[in-house]
């Protein structure tokens, strides 16, 4: 089971002076103890749950991007492609960010995309459209997480206009 999303339009960015904190954030979240706490994947057995993890990530892959300080590795093991845009300009790295191969379920991302928020640039944006075509956006605005559900309007159509089909083979009758 699972939902799927997509993620057809991101705008994102850190400052490159927050690099180091943000891999601080992450190693912080993926503490056995916060894994343990906010993780809702695991293994279950007899006695209830007996393993941890965040779901669709491997821990130990992203404990060791974030000790070899690497951005694009730590968002590729939560299932994002991280792309440089602008690298530094005016002292802020701007980057696309898709969900890996267009579409994929989610997971336990937003606990990532909120630990992470003290250092995300104000503005920063992800829309999302479920596979229920549910649409949203997560964002980020002094230094926290928002999630904010598109409000749909009512559809309007206009006047009908017809569309003929001229057969000319039938003769007219003269």
Known sequence: MGYYIRTPQASFAIRTENFSRFFDLVSMLMSDENVEENG????FGSTGKTESWYSWVNTDAV???VLDGDIRRVFDEWGYNLETITEGQDGVWHFSLDIRDGDAKIGDEEKFFAAIAPVVEDGSFIDVVGEDDGRW??????????S???????IHFGEPNQIAFHDVTKKENV
Do not use: C
């Open 63 to 65: 404990r060791r991007a």
């Open 148 to 154: 904010q559900d598109v409000i749909r309007t009512e």
């Open 40 to 43: 809702n994947g695991g293994m």
């Open 137 to 146: 956006r997560w964002m980020w605005e002094d230094g926290k997480f928002f």
